[in-house]
Nanobody
Framework: QVQLVESGGGLVQPGGSLKLSCLAS????????MGWYRQIPGKERELVAT???????NYTESVKGRFTISRDNAENAVYLQMNNLQPEDTAVYYC????????????????????WGQGTQVTVSS
């Protein structure tokens, strides 16, 4: 089974930077998209950034210009460079990756599997 292992979280002052890493235990066959969610206590889970296998990226408005998502296809890794961090960025960050499979049926049925990291805490405070 594919496992995603996250690292890079921690405590940082406002204006500081962190880089989150998410490494897959093995190549993810059929992967199309990887990205990061974050969870703030009492708030709905928020999609922060995504990157496709073609390296197209998308960001939630609040992090545009500050966060950069990237991926390493050879190493099956996704990263999130976070600059100019603010207290409102405090959350548990979860990476994810999809894997497209095809059911052995007629007609074939497309199935997407999702893999999740264990989460890493990012705290922005003075």
């Amino acid at each position: 089974q594919v496992q995603l292992v996250e690292s890079g979280g921690g405590l940082v002052q406002p204006g500081g930077s962190l880089k989150l890493s998410c490494l897959a235990s093995e190549r993810i066959v059929g992967n199309e998209i990887m990205g990061w969610y974050r969870q703030i206590p009492g708030k709905e889970r928020e999609l922060v950034a995504t990157v496709t296998d073609q390296r197209a990226t998308n960001y939630t408005e609040s992090v545009k210009g500050r966060f950069t998502i990237s991926r390493d296809n050879a190493e099956n890794a996704v990263y999130l460079q976070m600059n100019n961090l603010q207290p409102e960025d405090t959350a548990v960050y979860y990476c994810f990756a999809n894997s497209v499979k095809w059911a052995a049926s007629m007609p074939p049925r497309r199935i997407q599997l999702d893999y999740w990291g264990q989460g890493t805490q990012v705290t922005v405070s003075s």
